[in-house]
Every structure is written in C-alpha cells, then in structure tokens.
C-alpha cells in the first residue's frame, strides 16, 4: 500500500529550487522591479485553464495576485514569457516522477517490469505563420491548404498512468525518432533492464527493436502484415524465434553510430514472433524479446492489451487539462504550456492513484468484482484551483491543502463492474474515472 499525501507535500517544499534565474534565457530580464516577478511569471503558467489570454491575465493578476481594480496586459505578459526557458517546464515534471519513482520503488511493476507505452497523438497548433514556420508546416497556397498541427509521444505507465517521457514536435519527426529519443532519456533516469514498452503498429521497426536490445531493454510490438512477412509465413509454430541479418539496409537506417556498430558486431537480431488468433478469425502477430520462461502466448496477448491505456491518457491531456488550447503562436510558449500541461497531469494522476489505492470501502455487492476510480475532472479542477497555494504558501498550508484535495475526492469515488476481457481487440475498455462533472475548464474563471 502506497500513501503519496507526503510525499507530494514535500515536493512542494522542494518545487521552489526550480524558480531559479537560470531557466531565464537572458541575464538581464527579470531583475527590475515589474508588475509580475519571475516566480509569478511561472505561476501564471501553471495556473492556466484554457482561457482566452486576456481572462487567465484577469484571473491571475486581479484575483489570484489580489491586485484589486488593477490590471496587466497579455502582451506584457506573453513578451516577458520569452524570456523563460521551456526546459524549466520539462525538468519539474521529469524531476517530480524521477522522485515519485525512486521514493516508492516497486510500486508499478508487473513481475518486476514497469509496463509502459509508448505512442503518438497529432495536436491541433495555433493557425498562424509564426506558428507554422517554427514547427515545419509549409505555409500554402490557393490550391493546397496546411493544417497548423504538431506531433505529440508520450511514454506512459500503463499501471499508474503516469506520463515518464514526453515531447511535442513537427509533424515531420517520425514516431520511430521520437520512440528512440524517448527510451534514451529514460535510460539516463531508470534502470531501463526492468522496462517492456508496448508499441502498437506503426512501431514495427527494425532500427527501434535494435535500440531497444542495445539498452537492455523489453519490447512489444504489433506488427503490421507487411514487416518481416516472409519469415514470419514460413514458421512453423505460432509461437517461434525469427533471425533478422544485420544488412546494409537496416544499418543505414540507423543514426546513432554506437547502436550501428552493436547491431554489425550482433549480426542477427532474433525477434519472438507470437500469432494470436482472434474470434473473427483474424491474426494479429507480436513481436518482443522477451522469452517464453517469463511470459507466456496468452500473457503476451493480456500485456499487450494494457497498450490501450494511453489512449485515455491522451484523452485527458486534450479534454481535462486542454492542452491543446495554447495561450501563444511562438513555439517556447507553446512548449510551456505543453510541460506545464504534463506536469498537471502527472499532479492528478499520482491524486487519483493514492486514493484509489489507499480506499477501503466494501461494495455492496460483494459477489461481483469492481474496480475502484477517483474522478479525474474533479481532482483536475481542485489542484488547478489550489496550484498557486500549494507552490507559495507554508509547508502548513499546503499540508491542509493536500489533505482537503484527498478528502473531498475520496467522497466522490464510484465502483465499476469488472467485466471478463478475452480478445485482443476489444480493448477500447471506457475509463470511468474520466467522466465529466460538469465542469468545463476553458470557462473556468
């Protein structure tokens, strides 16, 4: 059983080392007495709810600031957000699950695996040509018109529904970089030997599984009918090795020229390839390296199922923290808004999982099997509600805070039916603790 009232309350205290002028990207903002301080600059990011610029200006400078009958515009605001590196963004959210991770170690893991997904979402992006030209989209003509979009990959804990690794980039990346990029990263902050990542078709890359074997890591992909297609028709088991050769083909693909030379020196890469067969008849085929002593056909085919869980993790990210309403067209704010927007997620997340964990309550109908869910709208709209207090007040008010936040959701749980799940496909399960209570956060304020 894992309690992380605590351990949020002292991550607040800590949260304060961030504020610091080395994320201004020039040495001389933020040194004159203004309006705004640099701290409040970043708390006006993190409280963002979707508004139109000039209400989350009203919002944060008249009544959160408590400047009565006094004003600041959004142009002042948007030009001194220029000067604040996006990275500070990243680095509270990469910092607070790396903490959350070390603290409770063993608190995710499926024999002794932590269980991620890794998967991509297209956001829409502000229509305009600053916006266009930072993220790559042709600008267009009469006859061809460009939507304004940017690609979205996250990697997600499939058991916590924590958001380990994120990035928002051009269209023009493709999901396999940022999938490298991804399991890269959490090679510096994890012991990536205890990892399985679940990819979903589009992931059906030679060059990913090759980077992933050369970290020591797990994967599990389903593949399309085209990749390995050959060996995979000329096996003679529905559950068998397959020996991919190192050609020149494959290692051209590679760009990192350390994982280059570990895959010429391999010389083969073998890939357990599983055919499942569904009850329409139809076969999906997985490829992993995990081997059978660990996971069986059927537990290949359960662990894969899991995948879906991102989905509803992009779900919220668009629906209960609006990350797709950004407050600029510059691609640093858009950046901040997108970090900002993670680590919110990341807040109600680890809210939504103590309290699931930590109830107690017997249902009712003890001879059906439920599951147990804390509502995220509501716990989203309480800490987007408290955020400023719980990042510059005491340590004693924010103790107050977090306790109240845990008390007043735990009031609110509900009890879903566990219902038996067989096949590979019908995995599109809803999530019930995404259900919404009214509340729409773009109006919020």
């Known amino acids: 059983m894992y309690f992380f009232d605590r351990f949020l309350i002292n991550y607040f205290v800590t949260l304060e080392s961030f504020l610091s002028k080395r994320y201004v990207t020039e040495s001389n903002k933020f040194v004159r007495i203004r309006k705004m301080s640099f701290k409040e600059y970043v708390l006006y990011i993190l409280t963002q709810t979707g508004c139109t610029n000039f209400a989350e200006a009203h919002k944060f400078y008249t009544k959160t600031l408590k400047h009565e009958l006094e004003s600041i515009t959004r142009q002042a605001i948007g030009k001194q957000r220029m000067y604040i590196n996006p990275k500070l963004f990243l680095d509270i959210s990469e910092s607070f699950i790396d903490k959350l991770y070390g603290e409770f170690k ?3 893991k499926f024999k002794g695996y932590i269980i991620c997904a890794c998967d991509g979402s297209i956001f829409d992006l502000p229509n305009t040509p600053t916006t266009k030209k930072a993220f790559g989209i042709p600008a267009g003509n009469i006859f061809q018109r460009y939507l304004s979009r940017g690609r979205v990959s996250c990697i997600l804990d499939v058991h916590s529904k924590h958001i380990l690794t994120s990035k928002i980039e051009s269209k023009n990346v493709s999901e396999i970089t940022l999938a490298i990029e991804h399991l890269n990263n959490l090679n510096k902050r994890f012991d990536l030997r205890k ?5 979903d078709r589009g992931y059906g890359s030679t060059e990913l599984m090759i980077n992933t074997v050369y970290l020591d890591s797990k994967f599990l992909i389903r593949l399309n009918s ?8 000329n096996m003679n088991s529905d559950d068998g090795i397959i020996e991919v050769n190192m050609i020149n083909p494959f290692l051209e693909k590679i760009s990192d020229e350390k994982v280059r030379k570990f895959a010429e020196e391999m010389g083969r890469l073998k890939v357990r390839i599983v055919k499942v067969k569904l009850k329409t008849g139809e076969t999906e085929i997985l490829a992993t390296n995990l081997n059978k002593n660990e996971f069986t056909k059927e537990e290949l085919k359960e662990l ?4 879906w869980t991102i989905e509803t993790g992009y779900d919220k990210l ?3 923290i609006a990350l797709e309403e950004f407050s600029g067209i510059r691609k640093e704010i858009i950046e901040q808004d997108f970090y900002a927007g993670i680590f919110m997620y990341n807040l109600a997340t680890t809210v939504k999982f103590d309290i699931e964990k930590s109830n107690n309550r017997e249902p009712k109908n003890k001879d059906k099997k439920y599951v147990i869910t804390a509502n995220f709208s509501s716990i989203i709209t309480l800490i987007y509600d408290y955020i400023f207090q719980l990042i510059y007040e005491s340590k004693s008010i924010k103790e107050k805070i977090i306790d109240f936040i845990l008390l007043l959701v735990s009031k609110e749980l509900s009890y879903n039916e566990i219902k038996e799940e067989s096949e590979l496909n019908s995995i599109k399960k809803p999530d019930y603790s995404t259900e919404h209570t009214g509340f729409n956060k773009r109006s919020m304020h």
């Open 195 to 199: 990892f399985i990542t679940i990819y």
């Open 318 to 320: 668009k629906n209960f």
């Open 226 to 233: 085209k990749v390995f297609r050959k060996r995979i028709v």
């Open 106 to 108: 063993g608190f995710s």
């Open 304 to 307: 894969y199922a899991k995948r």
